[in-house]
C-alpha cells in the first residue's frame, strides 16, 4: 500500500508538470458556473463604465464651447442703441411746440493686439489636450485592467495547484496513519505527513483569499457586480514583444500624457500672448442717424464715432504675471515627466527583461529538473534507496517551483503593462 501511495502521489505531481506555464482553458470553462472573461471584454467594459473617462468626457461640452466661442469673427458682439426725445419748445406770443427726435446707432469694439488669434489658438490647443488626456486615462485604466486580468489568471492557476496539493498531501497523510498503526512508519513519518497536508491546506486558503480579493477589484474596474464565481480566461505564457526598447522610445512622441501636456503648455503660452496682447486699446467705431428739429425743419444726423481707451493706469499686470507663471510652470512639467517617462522606460524595460529571464530558466531549466527528480524519486523510494522524508521534500520542490513559476508570469504580465503605458504604446491590436 506504501508504495501505491507514493506512486500515486508522484502522478499528480508529473500530471501538473508540463502545463506548469498554461491556463488549462477546458478545465476553467467546465467548471466555470458562467462564461470566462477574456482581457478583450475585461478591456471593453472597463473603458466603456469607468467613471474618470465619463467625467473628463463631460468636460469635452466646456471645451468645444470656448473653442466655438474663439472662432467667431469677432470677439465683441457689436452694440446697437436707440434713443427717443420729447422736447417742448416755447413759442411767441404764446403757446409751445412739442417735437419729436429720434437717434439710433450702431458700434462694434476692435481688438487691435492680435487677441483673436492667440485666443484661437489657447482654445484649441486645451480642446485638444483634453481629447489627448482622456485617452491617457483610458490607457491607464486598461493597464490596470490588464494587471488585474492576469493577476486573477495566475491566481486561479496557483488554487488549482493548491487544491492538488492538499489532495497529494491529505492522501500521503492517511496512507502513513494507516501504515504507522499498522506498525510499518514511525511516529515521525506521520507527523511530517499531517504538516505537509495542513501547510498545503494553509496555502490554498491563501489563494482563495488572495483569488477573492483580485475578483473585487476587477469587478469594480468593470463596475459589476463582484462574484466569487467570476472567472477569467487567457493564456499566461508570454508572448513575444512587438517593439524593441528603442521603438518605445521613439514612440514618446505619440504618447497622449505627454502630447497633453505639450498642448497644454502651446495653449499656456498662447494664453500669456493674449494677456499681453490685452494692453493694447479696444478700438470702438460707432454710427448713428437721427432726425432732430421741428416739424418743417427736420434735420437728419448721421455722426461717426471714434473711441479709444487710454491705457495709462491698468495695464493687467496681473493677468500677464499669472499667464506667465501658468505657463513657466506647463514648461516645467512637461520637461519633469519627460525625463521622468524616458528614465521609466529604460528601468521597466531591465526589469522586464530580468523576469522574462526568470520565467525562461523556470520553464526550461527548474521545471524539468524537478520533474526528473520526482521520476526518480519515485523510482527510489520503490527500491527502498530512500525515504518518505526524501520523497516529500522532492514533492515540495516540485510544487514550489510551479508557484515561483506562476508569481514569475503574473509579475512579467505587471511590468509589461506598466512598460507599455510608461511608452504609450498601443494595446488595442495587442490583447
Known amino acids: 500500500m506504501r508504495r501505491k501511495t507514493l506512486a500515486f502521489a508522484g502522478a499528480l505531481i508529473l500530471a501538473c508538470a508540463p502545463g506548469m506555464a498554461q491556463t488549462n482553458s477546458s478545465g476553467v470553462t467546465a467548471a466555470a458556473p458562467s462564461a470566462p472573461l477574456t482581457l478583450l471584454e475585461a478591456l471593453a467594459r472597463a473603458t466603456?463604465?469607468?467613471a474618470q473617462v465619463r467625467a473628463k468626457q463631460a468636460q469635452l461640452v466646456a471645451a468645444q464651447g470656448m473653442h466655438a466661442d474663439a472662432q467667431a469673427l469677432l470677439f465683441n458682439n457689436p452694440q446697437l442703441s436707440l434713443e427717443s426725445t420729447r422736447r417742448d419748445v416755447p413759442l411767441s406770443?404764446?403757446?409751445t411746440e412739442r417735437q419729436k427726435e429720434w437717434t439710433g446707432g450702431l458700434s462694434q469694439a476692435?481688438?487691435?493686439g492680435g487677441q483673436a488669434g492667440y485666443r484661437r489658438e489657447a482654445s484649441s490647443a486645451a480642446l485638444d489636450a483634453l481629447r489627448f488626456e482622456i485617452a491617457d486615462i483610458r490607457a491607464q485604466v486598461r493597464s490596470e485592467v490588464t494587471t488585474l486580468f492576469f493577476r486573477a489568471l495566475a491566481l486561479q492557476e496557483k488554487v488549482e495547484l493548491?487544491?492538488?496539493?492538499l489532495k497529494l498531501f491529505d492522501d500521503a497523510a492517511v496512507a502513513v496513519q494507516k501504515r504507522r498503526r499498522a506498525g510499518e512508519d514511525t511516529k515521525l513519518d506521520a507527523n511530517v505527513a499531517l504538516v505537509e497536508a495542513e501547510r498545503a491546506r494553509n496555502?490554498?486558503?491563501v489563494a482563495q483569499e488572495q483569488l477573492l480579493d483580485v475578483r473585487r477589484e476587477l469587478a469594480a474596474r468593470l463596475q459589476v457586480s463582484p462574484s466569487p464565481s467570476m472567472r477569467v480566461m487567457g493564456q499566461l505564457t508570454p508572448t513575444a514583444l512587438p517593439y524593441t526598447r528603442g521603438d518605445l522610445m521613439a514612440n514618446l512622441d505619440a504618447q497622449p500624457r505627454l502630447l497633453a501636456l505639450g498642448l497644454r503648455e502651446r495653449s499656456a503660452k498662447a494664453r500669456l500672448g493674449l494677456e499681453k496682447a490685452s494692453v493694447m486699446p479696444d478700438i470702438t467705431v460707432g454710427v448713428n442717424v437721427g432726425r432732430e428739429g421741428p416739424a418743417y425743419a427736420r434735420e437728419r444726423l448721421t455722426t461717426v464715432t471714434v473711441s479709444v481707451p487710454l491705457p495709462l493706469f491698468r495695464r493687467n499686470a496681473a493677468g500677464i504675471g499669472q499667464a506667465s507663471t501658468d505657463a513657466t510652470q506647463a514648461t516645467i512639467e512637461r520637461d519633469s515627466v519627460t525625463l521622468d517617462t524616458q528614465a521609466s522606460?529604460?528601468?521597466?524595460w531591465a526589469k522586464l527583461t530580468s523576469q522574462e529571464q526568470r520565467v525562461r530558466r523556470l520553464e526550461q531549466l527548474v521545471v524539468p529538473a524537478?520533474?526528473?527528480?520526482?521520476n526518480l524519486s519515485a523510482k527510489s523510494r520503490q527500491a527502498g534507496q530512500i525515504g518518505l522524508l526524501e520523497v516529500i521534500v522532492v514533492n515540495r520542490q516540485a510544487?514550489?517551483?510551479r508557484r515561483d513559476l506562476i508569481e514569475a508570469l503574473s509579475d512579467y504580465h505587471a511590468t509589461r503593462a506598466a512598460l507599455e503605458l510608461a511608452a504609450g504604446w498601443p494595446r488595442e491590436n495587442q490583447p
Open 48 to 50: 466603456h463604465a469607468n
Open 93 to 95: 406770443p404764446a403757446g
Open 110 to 112: 476692435f481688438e487691435t
Open 162 to 165: 493548491e487544491s492538488q496539493a
Open 203 to 205: 496555502q490554498l486558503a
Open 345 to 348: 522606460i529604460s528601468s521597466l
Open 370 to 374: 524537478l520533474t526528473e527528480n520526482l
Open 399 to 401: 510544487l514550489d517551483a
